[in-house]
T-cell receptor, first 113, second 115 residues
């Protein structure tokens, strides 16, 4: 199956700092999503970004599909940004499923006041 | 509205109990999913329903039994679970078009503890 690698595994930031999270994937994908999982377990959709660049407030993401990576930028971090950030890709395994979302291991982010 | 709801939020059950988890979406999505997430791990796919038919079963033990009564509802029936089945169970939905993948939206999850 497809491999999805996220880096770094852990990140500690002081409030107000900027950071970049990376997601590498081993094969062609149909789409790519970034999620934030808050401490209560809710997975919040951040970006649906199979290619190109998108921005939403202090967050932005870039996917370069031809080079098989995506980046998530957090600017002016706040304590509410703490949690786990997951990259997930959708691909078509051998049985032709279009719904197989493969997650990376995640990046644990802690923002300190 | 991009909301998927799940009930209950928390569930504690004994190994001989039978219980059900419920998931609902009103976005008109025709694909619905169950995921299992253990602590400090990413979600793992369990089942996929497409147009109310079971499309994928990721070799899940028969003590987990999914059901899709209609296009908005997804249930997961639990019976004779083991303590290692304790986890966060997440439901998701997406639009469904043959051969094309769409954005998945997740519910808040049910935190299950098996005693």
């Amino acid at each position: 199956g497809i491999q999805v690698e996220q880096s770094p595994p852990d990140l500690i930031l002081q409030e107000g700092a900027n950071s970049t999270l990376r997601c590498n994937f081993s094969d062609s994908v149909n789409n790519l999503q970034w999620f934030h999982q808050n401490p209560w377990g809710q997975l919040i959709n951040l970006f649906y970004i199979p290619s190109g660049t998108k921005q939403n407030g202090r967050l932005s993401a870039t996917t370069v599909a031809t080079e098989r990576y995506s980046l998530l930028y957090i600017s002016s971090s706040q304590t509410t940004d703490s949690g786990v950030y997951f990259c997930a890709v959708t691909y078509s395994p051998a049985y032709g499923s279009w719904g197989k979302l493969q997650f990376g291991a995640g990046t644990q982010v802690v923002v300190t006041p | 509205d991009t909301e998927v709801t799940q009930t209950p939020k928390h569930l504690v059950m004994g190994m001989t109990n039978k219980k059900s988890l419920k998931c609902e979406q009103h976005m008109g999505h025709r694909a619905m999913y169950w995921y299992k997430q253990k602590a400090k791990k990413p979600p793992e796919l369990m089942f996929v329903y497409s147009y109310e038919k079971l499309s994928i079963n990721e070799s899940v033990p028969s003590r987990f039994s999914p059901e899709c009564p209609n296009s908005s509802l997804l249930n997961l029936h639990l019976h004779a679970l083991q303590p290692e089945d304790s986890a966060l169970y997440l439901c998701a939905s997406s639009q469904a078009t043959s051969g094309v993948s769409y954005e998945q939206y997740f519910g808040p999850g049910t935190r299950l503890t098996v005693t």
